[in-house]
């Protein structure tokens, strides 16, 4: 019986560390399944940004109107929401832009959550366009060369994720990830697999049918 307590109490331990690590968690509901995600603690601006649009249910009824495969899906355009089949989209976005919060730790490996942009200096990201990392493997020479290229460098941990796991590390130093899937990478797989137009829109329509934030358990100790 004491055994059993105090597994139970390990337990919801490591549930506290592990929220308080991620508190912020969402759920992407689409026509093709549901993707849950959580947020990073240590890009607020950008991960307060999805939170808020959240709450407005802005990405309601949005499309995914990129995606290549072995690469990325994206998403959050709000001119996607009426768009025509065929219609060019991607340029939409809101009335202003999100700070970059670049850093080292937090890279694009497989099911990566990042901000799209457009080329601006600052690398500031869309105030409502996202993507989400498929990627693919990479080998120690292809990363060296990704190195050479933009100076860019990674852990050996993080070097061994992509080599093992996949991702798109050619984004890292220049778009922010805030965020990674925690469920449904198979759906993010389905998604980006699709037939599409030359423009890498899907030929047929992936929507969005609800963006939210996910609640969380509560637990009382006594």
């Given at each position: 019986?004491?055994?059993?307590?105090?597994?139970?109490?390990?337990?919801?331990?490591?549930?506290?560390?592990?929220?308080?690590?991620?508190?912020?968690?969402?759920?992407?509901?689409?026509?093709?399944?549901?993707?849950?995600?959580?947020?990073?603690?240590?890009?607020?601006?950008?991960?307060?940004?999805?939170?808020?649009?959240?709450?407005?249910?802005?990405?309601?009824?949005?499309?995914?109107?990129?995606?290549?495969?072995?690469?990325?899906?994206?998403?959050?355009?709000?001119?996607?929401?009426?768009?025509?089949?065929?219609e060019?989209?991607?340029?939409?976005?809101?009335?202003?832009?999100?700070?970059?919060?670049?850093?080292?730790?937090?890279?694009?490996?497989?099911?990566?959550?990042?901000?799209?942009?457009d080329?601006?200096?600052?690398?500031?990201?869309?105030?409502?366009?996202?993507?989400?990392?498929?990627?693919?493997?990479?080998?120690?020479?292809?990363?060296?060369?990704?190195?050479?290229?933009?100076?860019?460098?990674?852990?050996?941990?993080?070097?061994?994720?992509?080599?093992?796991?996949?991702?798109?590390?050619h984004?890292?130093?220049?778009?922010t990830?805030?965020?990674?899937?925690?469920?449904?990478?198979?759906?993010?797989?389905?998604?980006?697999?699709?037939?599409?137009?030359?423009?890498?829109?899907?030929?047929?329509?992936?929507?969005?049918?609800?963006?939210?934030i996910?609640?969380?358990?509560?637990?009382?100790?006594?």
């Amino acid at each position: 019986m004491k055994k059993g307590f105090l597994a139970i109490c390990a337990l919801l331990i490591t549930f506290s560390v592990s929220a308080k690590k991620h508190p912020y968690k969402i759920k992407i509901v689409t026509d093709s399944g549901t993707i849950e995600l959580v947020l990073y603690n240590n890009t607020p601006l950008n991960r307060d940004n999805m939170l808020k649009l959240a709450k407005q249910h802005a990405y309601d009824s949005l499309l995914f109107h990129r995606v290549i495969p072995k690469f990325m899906i994206q998403g959050g355009d709000p001119t996607s929401k009426y768009a025509k089949l065929s219609e060019h989209l991607g340029s939409g976005g809101l009335d202003y832009t999100v700070p970059a919060e670049i850093n080292d730790t937090d890279f694009h490996k497989r099911g990566a959550l990042g901000v799209a942009r457009d080329g601006n200096k600052e690398k500031a990201g869309s105030s409502s366009q996202f993507y989400i990392v498929t990627g693919k493997t990479f080998t120690d020479d292809e990363l060296d060369k990704i190195t050479a290229r933009s100076h860019h460098t990674w852990t050996k941990e993080q070097r061994e994720i992509y080599k093992t796991e996949g991702g798109a590390p050619h984004l890292d130093g220049d778009y922010t990830v805030f965020g990674e899937v925690t469920k449904g990478m198979d759906v993010v797989d389905k998604i980006s697999l699709v037939p599409r137009e030359p423009g890498d829109r899907p030929k047929k329509d992936i929507r969005i049918i609800k963006l939210r934030i996910k609640k969380r358990h509560r637990f009382l100790f006594f």
